[in-house]
T-cell receptor
């Protein structure tokens, strides 16, 4: 079975540009979460979606947005990129049901903002 | 969330036991997790423990939980060079739907 797949794996943008990152969850998983991992830090929660509804949002500005599609895949959008947005963006999927919220992570999309 | 604290670096000899410590912040966290990250890779779930347990053992891994002190530890028995990685402790928050991670402990296993 395929794991969580993310695209693109690497990308370079300049300040002020916009970026869209994509994620396909494990088959059968209805929840997708997004995390930002800055170099040398632990992942920081950005969003969680379940059944196409936003279930939670971390402490990130409105420049960050996301959505989940009927096939449970997801996009993370970041507008007006800043140098500080350079990070590894991790997508994780889970069943989304009560109990241990076991997240399976993808390999991430590494964004560099110049 | 507030900071989950971990020591930043640990070095052990191959064959020894490793103990990675973590102090979490939210006493209402229902589950606590240990993830492993190898260079250039995403996070891999190692194990998790329900908050009403004191200990969980899974092959070479032993998790100890002290709820009173909000302290979590991960013991790796017979540590191998392939165990070299960054280990993250995480607690649930946002009604259990999100994880609050520590900064990670970099484990170096030397031959």
């Amino acid at each position: 079975d395929a794991g969580v797949t993310q695209s693109p794996t690497h990308l370079i943008k300049t300040r002020g540009q916009h970026v869209t990152l994509r994620c396909s969850p494990i088959s059968g998983h209805k929840s997708v979460s997004w995390y930002q991992q800055v170099l040398g830090q632990g992942p920081q929660f950005i969003f969680q979606y379940y059944e196409k509804e936003e279930r939670g949002r971390g402490n990130f500005p409105d420049r960050f947005s996301a959505r989940q599609f009927p096939n449970y895949s997801s996009e993370l959008n970041v507008n007006a990129l800043l140098l500080g947005d350079s990070a590894l963006y991790l997508c994780a999927s889970s069943l989304g049901v009560a109990g241990a919220n076991v997240l399976t992570f993808g390999a991430g999309s590494r964004l560099t903002v110049l | 969330g507030e900071d989950v604290e971990q020591s930043l670096f640990l070095s052990v000899r191959e064959g020894d036991s490793s103990v990675i410590n973590c102090t979490y912040t939210d006493s209402s966290s229902t589950y606590l997790y240990w993830y492993k990250q190898e260079p250039g890779a995403g996070l891999q779930l190692l194990t998790y423990i329900f908050s009403n347990m004191d200990m969980k053992q899974d092959q070479r891994l032993t998790v100890l939980l002290n709820k009173k002190d909000k302290h979590l530890s991960l013991r790796i028995a017979d540590t191998q060079t392939g165990d070299s990685a960054i280990y993250f402790c995480a607690e649930t928050f946002n009604s259990g739907y999100a994880l609050n991670f520590g900064k990670g402990t970099s484990l170096l296993v030397t031959p």
